[in-house]
């Protein structure tokens, strides 16, 4: 059998995969506008579950008010959103997928006019690169211990409602990024200067989590290994010290954030990133790698460089059932840039074509009028 098709099995949690195969978690810009559940997202969910992935993984959500990053973004922070992510989880619940919510501060990208306050991070920091960049204002202790408590409640609440796990949102600039980066954090207490101070916000939180939450509730962790872009202040081997450390503290596995599976490290060009990490992390941590993965190829391609499981992101939204086409080594229908018409034929939402067409997504995903 192909390795894609075989039963992974989680590190700490008593939970097993049925295939290699996970939806990477996507924004969708499509749950109602005070953070519950739509039917427009929950309809895109089913349809995923039902695709035949071994896990899907939501999009980033807000842990509590202050942390809201964009408009209509999913919401778990507090017990008003409980009874539609409980029914969320029953409609999911007939389906052999793992289901995941991925958690979400946004710290200094946090929206204000959503939050309605300033935007926080480990401290504050200018980018002059950034038109109209606003510095955010630097977080206090007590401020900081807020928000491990939020996230712990915010994971508990995922747990209550039914969900399998969830995985926190460590990679793209949002505040973990913020804590780990020496870029972002100038901080000189216990929350900076060194990688001990610097990983001590993360570990904090997934130990915060794993106390509030069943032994088999699944915690998974997605990282931005090194600098991209704007994102700097980052070392491949800096968090590689941080996944191992965040391992025994509790997390089940560790999703790497690069926009190409494939692609060479950084700090070591004649390396690939993947097959780096994979082999320095800790050997029962399994590894989930997403990126440019859209073949067949890609995702055996993705395997042999050390994952253990492929997310798959762009082709599973306008591709009904990858997994059944990936099980025959079959090409995808329909690759992008997928038209409007195929993606509402196949019940893409009015609010996530409007997603796709704003000005920073278009050029990663493109869709046609026609």
């Not at 810009?29 to 039902?50: C, F, I, K």
């Not at 990679?171 to 001990?196: C, H, K, P, W």
């Not at 079959?330 to 000005?359: A, C, K, Q, V």
């Amino acid at each position: 059998m192909n390795k894609l098709f075989s039963e992974i099995k989680l590190r700490n949690a008593s939970q097993t995969l049925k295939n290699a195969i996970a939806v990477a978690p996507m924004t969708t810009s499509q749950s109602n506008p005070d953070g519950t559940v739509s039917e427009a997202e929950a309809a895109w969910l089913e349809r995923l579950a039902a695709d035949d992935y071994g896990m899907v993984i939501t999009c980033a959500s807000a842990i509590s008010k202050q942390s809201i990053a964009f408009h209509n973004q999913l919401s778990v922070g507090d017990d008003s959103k409980l009874p539609g992510l409980t029914q969320l989880a029953q409609r999911l619940k007939g389906y052999k997928a793992k289901t995941i919510i991925q958690l979400c501060h946004g710290g200094s990208r946090a929206t204000p006019e959503l939050t309605g306050s300033p935007a926080y991070s480990a401290s504050s920091y200018s980018m002059p690169q950034i038109q109209d960049f606003v510095s955010p204002l630097a977080l206090s202790i007590a401020q900081i211990k807020d928000i491990i408590n939020d996230f712990a409640a915010a994971c508990e609440r995922v747990a209550k409602a039914g969900f399998d796990g969830i995985e926190f949102h460590g990679a793209n600039g949002y505040l973990f990024t913020q804590f780990i980066s020496t870029m972002t954090n100038l901080r000189d207490d216990e929350y900076g200067g060194n990688l001990v101070n610097r990983a001590r916000f993360s570990r904090e939180v997934v130990r915060a989590c794993r106390s509030r939450v069943p032994a088999d509730f699944i915690l998974g962790f997605r990282m931005s290994f090194e600098s991209m872009g704007m994102e700097t202040g980052l070392d491949m081997d800096e968090n590689i010290q941080i996944s191992n450390w965040l391992a025994e503290d509790g997390i089940d596995y560790l999703h790497v954030s690069h926009l190409q599976y494939d692609s060479p490290s950084i700090k070591y060009p004649d390396q690939i990133a993947l097959q780096y990490i994979s082999t320095r992390i800790d050997k029962d941590l399994p590894l989930i790698c997403a990126g440019g993965i859209t073949t067949f190829e890609d995702a055996n391609k993705a395997l042999e460089y050390g994952a253990d499981i492929v997310a798959i992101g762009r082709a599973a939204i306008g591709n009904v059932n990858l997994p059944g086409y990936f099980a025959q080594n079959e090409e995808l229908p329909f690759t992008m840039p997928y038209s409007e018409n195929h993606l509402r034929e196949i019940g893409i939402g009015e609010d996530f074509l409007n997603y796709f067409r704003l000005p920073f997504i278009k050029a990663n995903l493109k869709i046609m009028k026609e």
